[in-house]
């Protein structure tokens, strides 16, 4: 009788075990279900937050671009495109040309100590003036300024594009 009463205990407690099973198996369903449901909410929130973000970022780039725009055209420059890669940050590139000679105005421009520039404005105004002073070797090769890209990031980088003075003629 013990062995039929084990066999009758082990029964029983299978059935327990599909049960607890069954049970744990949908609750886990469910919360996958739910945690799904809310990664879905949240990605949207991050989507709708780095969207604003981008556009502050953005906004605030090409204010910064704007201050500058009056100072290069001072210092003998006007900026001509501005390219936008979207990114986080977002990614902004602005293609200058050089109008007339300007070493000797962004020098005095950079020396002024009342010039009341603002960080953004004494960098890109060194990054020139320092492009200016390369010049002088590269002219030796026959080569010339064509127009520099400036990238705005911490800091900010400048490209210089040189052409053959052949090209010019």
Known sequence: MTFNRWKDK????????????H?????????????GMKARGLSSQLMTEGKVMLQQALDATLKEIENLRPILKQAGFVIGDINVSI??????????????????QLNSMLADPLSELNDT???????????????????????????????MSIPPQLTVHLITKRALT
Request: proline letters at 3%; a negative charge; aromatic letters at 6%.
């Open 10 to 21: 082990l029964k029983e407690t299978t059935e327990q075990a599909k049960e607890l099973s």
């Open 23 to 35: 049970e744990a198996t949908t609750r886990a369903i469910d919360l996958s279900q739910g945690v």
């Open 87 to 104: 990114t986080v940050p977002p990614h902004v590139m602005v293609t200058i040309k050089k109008f007339e000679e300007c070493a000797e």
């Open 121 to 151: 404005q004494r960098t890109v105004l060194s990054l020139l003036a320092k492009a200016n002073t390369v010049s002088e070797v590269t002219s030796k090769y026959g080569y010339i300024f064509s127009e520099f890209d400036l990238t």
